[in-house]
């Protein structure tokens, strides 16, 4: 059997996705594939519109579509699934990560969940380690402005910096949707260092594409069911490396989407209180 030391392991995943890591003198990767937002835009919107298809049918909550993925929500379990078989999908140059995630909080309103959501200043002390910053920029009604900083462990420490726009829409008094889009990500090298600064992905190398974010809630069964949705588009390995540097991009998102819906449930309870 190959064994590669983990030294060897943190090089080439460097040198798989450039010098965003930074490790200095590393030629950063081409830039995106010219196809690639279209693929982006059209996998969105037919993910929009199914969810749209789905809240106004029987078949509101995905968690409802299995028994068994009931029964486990039902008993208290966070219940995180690949949303296609594998979890990824190649898109050119890049993997698309779409996962699906619900969980079950007892006792608990509709309204005590979407105060800890919409509570964007709190959420840097629930969501660590993954989230070491967050405050709302502004609010219009139901539609919110956010600003994230996010560390991704991968064999690397990645932090990025997210501007992100969410949307609240009530269905009824006891159903509702959330949907949020990053509308800007930039990476940060020599985070938290005198030298730090956000990485221009224009002219270096960057792992973390896009990102969009569903969230689907309902109050019943006194409590609420909380489900979502996570969709995000990142850099594939080089040829000859996906081997050993895509299931290391590919573990983070199942694992990060449990994270946050159980610190979602810590949040919400803590209002309860």
């Given at each position: ?163 992100q726009t969410a949307n609240y829409y009530w269905l009824s008094g ?100």
């Amino acid at each position: 059997m190959l064994r590669v030391s983990q030294a060897a392991v943190r090089v080439l995943f460097c040198v798989s996705f450039g010098c965003a890591s930074g490790l200095d003198g590393i030629p950063a990767l081409p830039p995106l594939k010219g196809d690639l937002q279209p693929k982006y835009d059209a996998y969105i919107a037919a993910t929009e519109a199914r969810i749209q298809r789905e809240v106004h049918s029987a078949a509101y909550l995905w968690s409802e579509q299995s028994p068994e993925r009931w029964r486990r929500v039902r008993k208290g379990y966070v219940v995180v699934e690949p949303w296609n078989a594998r979890g990824e999908t190649a898109m050119g140059n890049g993997l698309l990560h779409d996962w699906i995630g619900a969980l079950f909080i007892p006792s608990m309103t509709l309204a005590r969940v979407t105060s800890f959501l919409q509570d964007y200043d709190a959420h840097k002390d629930y969501f660590r380690p993954e989230v070491i910053e967050s405050r709302l920029v502004g609010r219009d009604g139901d539609d919110w402005k956010l600003r994230y900083r996010v560390v991704k462990r991968y064999l690397i420490t990645l932090v990025i910096n997210t501007d992100q726009t969410a949307n609240y829409y009530w269905l009824s008094g006891t159903r509702m949707l959330t949907s949020s889009v990053a509308t800007r990500i930039a990476e940060v090298k020599n985070a938290g260092k005198p030298g730090e600064r956000e990485i221009d992905p224009r002219q270096e190398s960057t792992i973390v594409w896009r990102l969009n974010t569903y969230w689907r809630l309902e109050e019943r069964d006194g409590g609420v069911y909380v489900e979502c949705q996570t969709i995000s588009l990142t850099r594939a390995a080089p040829a000859g490396l996906g081997w050993l540097v895509n299931p290391i991009v590919r573990s983070l998102p199942g694992a990060s989407l449990a994270h946050l819906l159980e610190s979602t449930r810590t949040g919400a309870q803590s209002r309860s209180r």
